[in-house]
């Protein structure tokens, strides 16, 4: 139910005993705009950005400008890691492993001293 914005400021001002003026010429917001428009616009009036990295400095004077990044692991990215490195590691596990074992039997073979009698 949507009520008249005078009459909702009259009621409000009866109930609280506070006398409020609404001046349309102090906001850009119009007399019937809904709440739901005044939250979109999270209720500012104006926003002014004037970032200056030149005027902090020259007010801060810092001695030095460091830049730090810590970065630690945590159990859920290790297991995550592991998971998705598993089943590469495993495939390649199973190529190499055979052809490691053929090898080290040829050299073990080939070193072997047959006894002469």
Known sequence: ????????????????????RFDPALTRFAVDDTIETLAYNMFIETWINDTSYER??????????????????????????????????????RFFIPHLISIIAKIKN????????
């Open 56 to 93: 902090y400095f020259d007010a801060c004077v810092p001695k030095e400008c460091i830049y730090a990044y810590h970065y630690q692991f945590d159990a859920l990215e290790i297991l995550t890691t592991f998971l998705s490195i598993f089943p590469a590691l495993s495939g390649g596990l």
């Open 1 to 20: 139910m949507y009520l008249n914005a005078e009459i909702t400021l009259e009621v409000s001002a009866a109930l609280f005993g506070i006398p409020i």
């Open 110 to 117: 080939r070193l072997r001293i047959i006894p002469v009698e």
